[in-house]
């Protein structure tokens, strides 16, 4: 079992930057792909980004590609995605997920956080 929490959401003008980190309970943390999602008012959640229980392997949505970065500190238990070039279609609530399954883990993790707002203004 896994328990995430998400935090650093806020709002921010178009073209900056926000780092959104997501603390896991669970003592097999490091053995859980990590992913974060989004949902944006009126529409469906959506994948964001992944990253391999070691961190070796990432994966993102063409939509993030070059502008978001996710990574992990096992020790802290802990997964981040870093968001810059921030633009206003960006704004969403963004969920971290955790999955022990590969094929899961952009689909349906089955682990959810509650979710923090990311507000992009024009």
């Known amino acids: 079992q896994v328990q995430l929490v998400e935090s650093g959401g806020g709002l921010v003008q178009a073209g900056g930057s926000l780092r959104l980190s997501c603390a896991a309970s669970?003592?097999?943390?490091?053995?859980?792909?990590m992913g974060w999602f989004r949902q944006a008012p009126g529409k469906e959640r959506e994948f964001v980004a992944a990253i391999k229980w070691n961190g070796g392997i990432t994966y993102y949505a063409d939509s993030v590609k070059g502008r978001f970065a996710i990574s992990r500190d096992n020790a802290k238990n802990s997964v981040y995605l870093q968001m810059n070039s921030l633009k206003p279609e960006d704004t969403a609530v963004y969920y971290c997920?955790?999955?022990?399954?590969?094929?899961?883990?952009?689909?349906?993790?089955?682990?959810w956080g509650q979710g923090t707002q990311v507000t992009v203004s024009p």
């Open positions: 997920a955790a999955s022990q399954r590969l094929d899961r883990i952009r689909t349906t993790p089955g682990y």
């Open positions: 669970g003592r097999t943390f490091s053995s859980y792909y």
